[in-house]
């Protein structure tokens, strides 16, 4: 996925990575998509910068974009670099968590959500992220509220959406999810 975005959005890698798990965060606050695959591994340990995983089974291959949820200190996305047997290692560095037993590994998928969107809010992070405050902007009488990324916390202009709406149709039920090869949590 991260790939993916470096080439179709001309941005460096490192831009993609810092500013790809905010956009995640506000997209499936929009939408109550979460964009994962099916595709999931139950984590084991995380040790020397290295994830053991249950069983690997050739779900997650190198190169994939993954996501630890439930990790406390892994909050990132990871981009897949090795992997030896059950043990995974990343392109970032990853922090140490061997008691936690609730972290799952999930490939993310940007399936059914048009480039053009992720890259706008990627550009428009680029080229605002250094501000601070809210602005406001009118348009054609009404005003439109947002500000820049700010301790995790991102809004962009509703304009910005137009590619993820179609994605709000979803019912929130699980088989619906699980059809269209998502995995709810």
Request: aromatic share 8%.
């Amino acid at each position: 996925m991260i790939e993916t975005l470096v080439n179709y959005t001309k941005l460096d890698k490192e831009t993609i990575i810092d500013l790809l798990p905010f956009i995640l965060i506000e997209i499936r606050n929009y939408t109550n998509q979460y964009f994962l695959t099916t595709h999931h591994l139950k984590v084991v340990e995380i040790k020397d910068g290295k994830i053991k995983v249950e069983n690997n089974d050739n779900v997650i291959s190198v190169g994939d974009t993954v996501e630890l949820m439930n990790s406390e200190n892994n909050v990132l996305i990871y981009q897949v670099k090795e992997i030896t047997g059950n043990e995974i290692s990343f392109e970032q560095p990853v922090v140490d968590e061997t008691n936690n037993e609730n972290i799952v590994m999930i490939k993310l998928s940007l399936k059914n959500v048009n480039l053009k969107t992720i890259d706008k809010m990627l550009k428009y992070d680029v080229e605002f992220g250094s501000n601070s405050g809210i602005k406001s902007q009118s348009l054609g009488g009404y005003s439109v509220e947002y500000s820049t990324p700010n301790n995790g916390d991102t809004h962009y202009p509703i304009e910005l959406y137009g590619g993820v709406n179609s994605l709000k149709k979803v019912n929130d039920d699980y088989a619906e999810y699980r059809r269209k090869g998502y995995v709810r949590l």
